[in-house]
Structures are given as structure tokens and as C-alpha cells.
């Protein structure tokens, strides 16, 4: 088990910046991709981005390609979401998770055992 803290969420103005962070208490933390989702009111809990367990690849959604960078420092056990040029609808709250060893979709909610609690992100226009 991996328990996970998201923290770094807010308000800000369409068109600002904000950088998520995910902490992880476990040291085991390398082992395991990281994904970043976000779940709007009355929608489903979509993919954002993904990082492998060194940080040498990544992944992202189409809506985010370009403004969103995902990272992770495994020597803080923490990784991170930098959000540029945020758009009103990216409002949602942003969870990050783990992913199943043994999953072979890395852009799959069902793929990550472990997730955060959330932090709402607001764009206002």
C-alpha cells in the first residue's frame, strides 16, 4: 500500500499557473508508475498524465499536451503536476495514483490501486 497526499490546489485566473504535488510516505514509491487524473462535477474520472517508475518517459491527454508537465522526484518520494496556461475547463479535482505493477494501460482509471484524497483546482474566466 502507497498512501498518497495531493496538495498544491487553488483558484487562479484563466490563463495562470499552478504545480501539483503528490507525496507518498513509502519508499516503495519508486517501484510504481504515478498517474495524475481529475474528475469534473457530473462527469467520470478521466486521464491526465503518466510518469514511469524513473521518470524517463511520460504520457499525456490530448487536452493537456503542451500546458501540463508531469514529473517526480523519487528521492522526496513526491511527484508533481506543473500546470501552465489553465483553461476554466480544467476545473476538477486532481487525484494522483499508483499504478498496479501488472496493469498494462497506463491511461486506464482501473489500472491504479492507489489514489489520493484530491485537490480541487478552479479556473475562473
Known amino acids: 500500500q502507497v498512501p498518497l497526499v495531493e496538495s498544491g490546489g487553488g483558484l487562479v485566473q484563466a490563463g495562470g499557473s499552478l504545480r501539483l504535488s503528490c507525496a507518498a510516505s513509502?519508499?516503495?514509491?519508486?517501484?510504481?508508475?504515478v498517474g495524475w487524473f481529475r474528475q469534473a462535477p457530473g462527469k467520470e474520472r478521466e486521464f491526465v498524465a503518466t510518469?514511469?517508475?524513473?521518470?524517463?518517459?511520460?504520457s499525456y491527454a490530448d487536452s493537456v499536451k503542451g500546458r501540463f508537465t508531469i514529473s517526480r522526484d523519487n528521492t522526496k518520494n513526491t511527484a508533481y503536476l506543473q500546470m501552465n496556461s489553465l483553461k476554466p475547463e480544467d476545473t476538477a479535482v486532481y487525484y494522483c495514483?499508483?499504478?498496479?505493477?501488472?496493469?498494462?494501460?497506463?491511461?486506464?482509471?482501473?489500472?491504479?490501486?492507489?489514489w489520493g484524497q484530491g485537490t480541487q483546482v478552479t479556473v475562473s474566466s
Open positions: 513509502e519508499r516503495t514509491f519508486s517501484y510504481y508508475y
Open positions: 495514483a499508483t499504478k498496479n505493477l501488472h496493469a498494462p494501460d497506463t491511461r486506464s482509471v482501473g489500472s491504479y490501486d492507489y
Open positions: 510518469i514511469n517508475r524513473s521518470g524517463s518517459s511520460t
